[in-house]
């Protein structure tokens, strides 16, 4: 659990610090008055004082002779509730980066989806427990290899969705995988028999939708499209 850090504190830290200075001010000022009390009691002629005004400013005088000595441990407290300042300030730093550790913070908005956790449940790292579904919605369209020959990326398509028949979708291919849809598979098919049966390989197409997306519903993942590319 990330450490408290208590504001209050270093507020009177910092005031505590500025009495130190106000009470050396003070200090420097009483010595001063002192000492020019002192020397003007003992170089005045004896018959214009008395012996009780100068022994006043020798008390004055050997009181104030310790001011040198407060100053200094004045100014080694001040150092010592800065560097307390600073300490606290060091606290808060990592307090708040502790804090951060707490949030999860998504790349992008969307809708959380396939959500397998549920409030107080203890997290294992590398664990998958929900889907993020962006805004951003593309189509992976399977062509036959036979069919790319003049497909280039920005062909316009046409996409029909069998879920709604009278959506009207544009948009244009985006991208052409550089590989066919096997070859990317968690286990690439092989033929090891030795009878050589050529199949038509699928290659995914990524086309992007530029208009006519449906402001009242969502298109989910996984929905059967048909796709029409206008060749240049």
Same mark, same amino acid.
């Given at each position: ?115 397998? $956790? &549920? =409030? *107080? @449940? ?11 579904? #962006? ?40 991208? $052409? &995988? =550089? *590989? @066919? ?11 090891? #028999? ?39």
């Amino acid at each position: 659990m990330p450490r408290r850090f208590n504001p209050t504190s270093h507020a009177c830290s910092i005031r505590r610090s500025s009495g130190r200075r106000a009470q050396t001010s003070s200090a420097e000022a009483n010595y001063r008055q002192a000492q020019a009390a002192y020397l003007r009691q003992h170089s005045v002629d004896q018959r214009a004082t008395s012996q009780q005004n100068i022994d006043t400013a020798d008390a004055q005088q050997q009181t104030a002779s310790l001011v040198p000595q407060q100053i200094r441990q004045s100014e080694a407290a001040v150092e010592e509730r800065r560097q307390q300042v600073q300490q606290a300030e060091a606290q808060l730093e990592q307090a708040q980066l502790n804090l951060s550790y707490c949030e999860m913070r998504s790349p992008s908005e969307g809708w959380i989806t396939g959500r397998n $956790v &549920q =409030l *107080g @449940s203890f997290l294992q790292g590398g664990v998958s427990f929900f889907s993020l579904v #962006t805004p951003q919605v593309w189509v992976t369209a399977n062509f036959k290899e036979s069919q790319l020959e003049r497909m280039r990326p920005g062909d316009k398509v046409k996409v029909e969705v069998d879920a709604y028949p009278k959506l009207d979708l544009r948009g244009h291919v985006d991208s $052409v &995988q =550089l *590989g @066919s849809g096997s070859r990317f598979s968690a286990f690439p098919a092989e033929n090891a #028999t030795g009878n050589f049966v050529k199949i038509v390989q699928r290659v995914p197409v990524k086309i992007v939708i530029d208009d006519g997306m449906p402001k009242d519903h969502l298109l989910g993942l996984g929905l059967s499209v048909t796709p029409k590319v206008y060749l240049k």
